[in-house]
Structure formats: structure tokens, C-alpha cells
């Protein structure tokens, strides 16, 4: 697995491992997030380790956040994370996650998240040093301080020096793991596709016309609102017509279109979005004729399922790729539409 090491918070400039090879790039020079760990400031993204042997999902959360004894942040601000460690977990609040978000957001994909501390103590098993902070990793919990508060610590201790050469040498590890989804539904209209642009907008704006009307009895100002959004949408489209009728107009637009093409993307529409909210994501791609999903399943049994289930709900489907990865099974699917 490639890695990716951020050296400071504004989450810009990096190292990239790759292989033997190591470099310093921008975030946004890195073309694709694929078979990379992206190593984030334990700051943003604070490594737990909590031994337990509750079964309750939320009494975990509860109990790791009641444990902690001083937060930088507010502490109903704070989410705690599960990784791919039963007994290792993150905290961050929603500022930074939301930065992350939108950090790896052009990816459009599950993106591989760890913490600085984490890593180190995966990779090093010691206290170690790197450029101006260090990680004591045999303490009894593992802490990542800056240099200048180390040196004030009154205890003599051991610490390995890492350089950027010694990372080239890294062994490739079962990383503990978060899984950060960045897929966005949207991205499968992209103007690479055939489909015309000014289509693939007007479907948009179809999309709200839909949701209007199947809302039609809630509250009276979320209408008047969907109104507005339609109105701007349909002036940015076609700006030199004047609205009398936003429904009739939009109504008459798509009936000019071109049906098959129209249908094609109607449904392509109703199926990544039925399939997204109950399976993982990672990627889609949308053409006239067929839209190919890259889904993430934890196992063979959890795709098995998901397969019966398409089969009985008669979708015109075949996989294309299966693997498995470090993060799961990556299967792709081809659905014609």
C-alpha cells in the first residue's frame, strides 16, 4: 500500500511513499487515491486505544468520550470513529471532519485515513522522532508531543530519530484503517459523457421538480423555496426566457428531448441513488447505454447478498471485476440500462 504522510495542519504538502520511492508533493498534485494510506496530524484526527468487551456500538462511544480527560474541543462537538481495529478508534469533531471531506472530496471515492501517532506506533513499535515532533509509543498510552514539550519532561528516554529515508524502508503492514466515504452522487454527470450538458442539468432540475411534487402537502414555505431553486436553476440554463409557469415550462422542455435518452438517465438517476443509500459506493460511471457502480463489501458473503438481492429485483446487471484489498472485497457491477 502506498502512503501518504501529511507534515503539517493545513493538510497541503506531504511525503509520497510509494514502493521505494519517496517524494514531497501537494495533496492536489496526487492524481489518485487508490491502494494509498493517507497519514493525517494526530490533532485532527486523535488516536484512542480502548480495551473492551461491550457489544453496543453507542455504550463504546459513550465510554471512550466519558474517559477522556482533556479535549481541545467541546465535547458534544466531538465523534467518536470506528477503524478496521475492534480496540482502536478516532475522535474528531465536525470541523475537521468536514475538512477532510471536502480535502479528498475530488477523489470521489473511500479514502484510507490514519493518524500520525497511529502510524508510528504501527510502523515503529518504539518512540521515535520525526521532523519537529515525537511519539512515545512504549508509554502506557501512546502520545505524540512537539519537540519543545518533550524536552521539558523530566524522564530520560530513548528516541529513534526517523528520517525520510528510513520511511522509504517501511515494511508493507496490515494498517489499523478509518474509511472516509467521499462518493458523491452528483459526479456521475460529468461532461466527458456523451449525453449533452445542458441534458444532464435539466435532469437535475428535473430531480427537484420531482421531489416538489412528491412533497406537495408539506409545509407551505419548503415549496415556495423549491420554487426559487427551480427558478434560479432554470435562468442559468436558459437566461434569455422569461418564467410564467416554472412547472409547465419545465414540463415542455423535457418533452422535447430526446425520450430514450431521457429514459436512460431517469433511471440511471432512481438506481444510484436507491443503491447508494443502502450499500457502499465507491465509484460510478454513467453512459448512454450502460452505468458501471464500483461497490466496497466487507466480505464474499456480504457481495453474495447483495447479488441475490439485484437478481430478485430483476436489474439487467453482470460484475465485472471482483478483488480483494487490504480495505475489503472491491467488486464492479455493469447495469444496463
Not at 30 to 52: A, G, W
Request: glycine residues 0%; negative net charge.
Amino acid at each position: 500500500m502506498n502512503v501518504f504522510i501529511f507534515n503539517n495542519l493545513n493538510l497541503d504538502d506531504g511525503i509520497f511513499i510509494n514502493g521505494k520511492s519517496l517524494k514531497k508533493i501537494n495533496i492536489s498534485k496526487l492524481s489518485t487515491s487508490e491502494k494509498t494510506l493517507f497519514v493525517v496530524p494526530n490533532e485532527l484526527f486523535q488516536f484512542v486505544e480502548f480495551e473492551h468487551d461491550l457489544k453496543n456500538n453507542q455504550n463504546i462511544h459513550a465510554s471512550i468520550l466519558n474517559n477522556l480527560s482533556t479535549l481541545n474541543n467541546a465535547a458534544e462537538d466531538l465523534t467518536v470513529l470506528n477503524t478496521s481495529n475492534k480496540y482502536n478508534f478516532f475522535i474528531s469533531n465536525k470541523s475537521n471532519q468536514e475538512k477532510l471531506k471536502k480535502l479528498f472530496s475530488h477523489f470521489n471515492t473511500t479514502i484510507s485515513i490514519t493518524s500520525d501517532l497511529l502510524f508510528f506506533k504501527e510502523v515503529m513499535k518504539q518512540n521515535c522522532s520525526y521532523q519537529n515532533n515525537v511519539y512515545l509509543i512504549e508509554s502506557e498510552e501512546a502520545v505524540k508531543l512537539s519537540m519543545k514539550s518533550f524536552n521539558l519532561l523530566d524522564d530520560a528516554l530513548n528516541i529513534k530519530p526517523i528520517s525520510d529515508f528510513d520511511l522509504k524502508k517501511i515494511k508493507n503492514i496490515n494498517y489499523t484503517i478509518y474509511h472516509l466515504n467521499t462518493f458523491n452522487f452528483s459526479s456521475i454527470f460529468n461532461l466527458k459523457n456523451s449525453i449533452k450538458p445542458s441534458l444532464i442539468v435539466l435532469f437535475v432540475v428535473f430531480s427537484f421538480y420531482v421531489i416538489a411534487l412528491l412533497n406537495i402537502n408539506s409545509n407551505y414555505s419548503q415549496i415556495n423555496k423549491m420554487n426559487t431553486t427551480l427558478e434560479t436553476i432554470y435562468n442559468a440554463i436558459y437566461p434569455t426566457e422569461k418564467i410564467f409557469d416554472i412547472y409547465q415550462q419545465i414540463d415542455v422542455k423535457l418533452n422535447s428531448l430526446n425520450n430514450e435518452e431521457a429514459t436512460a438517465l431517469s433511471t440511471t438517476i432512481t438506481l444510484l441513488k436507491n443503491l447508494s443509500e443502502t450499500t457502499n459506493v465507491m465509484e460510478a460511471d454513467f453512459s448512454q447505454n450502460d452505468l458501471q457502480i464500483k461497490f466496497l463489501f466487507k466480505n464474499d458473503a456480504e457481495e453474495s447478498i447483495f447479488m441475490n438481492q439485484q437478481n430478485r429485483l430483476n436489474y439487467d446487471f453482470k460484475i465485472v471485476d471482483s478483488k480483494v484489498t487490504q480495505i475489503g472485497k472491491i467488486t464492479t457491477v455493469s447495469y444496463e440500462l
